[in-house]
């Protein structure tokens, strides 16, 4: 019987109707059929603060790194705030890329992003460079969607050229944590 691989679909934005939410929802849709995408809000996640981790990681930040470290792969839907990541996508990687045994090291991830004119692509730039200190094992290509308010409708992605770049990415990361395991081994 074949094994269902899961990956974490992160939003970094916390609007009701975020483009980029509707991005790991079409991510659901789109999957093989042996990948689940399970989306993980960010919206219990505190501002990071040394001083609450010396206490220990809060629950919801405990919770959040159990979620990547259960995961196979990971989907980060990134939207553009100000020609970068959101703060609170960032906010989010400060916390669970804290630690020796942070569960982003060599984690399979994808990047996507729907946003204005630039597709999101400045932001894209910036999580890239924030993902590479932890050593997160980052898929190409990405999806990027300008005027991504031109591409979804009713809450759904619905322009074909983007749904069948969703669904190439998704497929490229599942190849690339067949791959992951095989090289872990074999």
């Known amino acids: ?50 001083d609450l981790e010396e206490h220990g990681f809060p629950a919801p930040v405990r919770e959040l790194r159990e979620a990547i470290g259960a995961a196979d792969g990971l989907l980060l839907a990134t939207p553009e705030y100000n020609r970068s990541v959101s703060g609170v996508l960032k906010n989010a990687i400060d916390w669970v890329s804290r630690g020796k045994d942070s569960p982003l090291e060599d984690r399979p991830t ?28 980052l898929l190409a290509p990405t999806v990027c969607i300008p005027r991504a308010w031109e591409h979804i409708d009713d809450g759904r992605l619905v322009t074909e050229t983007y749904r069948r770049e969703v669904a190439a990415l998704l497929t490229a990361c599942r190849a690339r944590i067949l791959e992951q ?3 872990t081994t074999g």
């Open 1 to 50: 019987m074949p094994t269902t691989l899961t990956l974490l679909g992160i939003s970094g934005s916390l609007r009701r109707h975020s483009h980029n939410t509707v991005l790991l929802r079409a991510c659901q849709e789109l999957a093989p059929a042996d990948v689940e995408v399970v989306i993980r809000r960010l919206h219990d996640v505190p501002l990071y603060d040394r």
């Open 110 to 137: 994808a990047v996507l992003s729907a946003a204005g004119r630039g597709g999101g692509r400045r932001a894209q730039a910036h999580l890239t460079e924030i993902l590479e200190h932890k050593r997160v094992d």
């Open 181 to 183: 395991r095989a090289e």
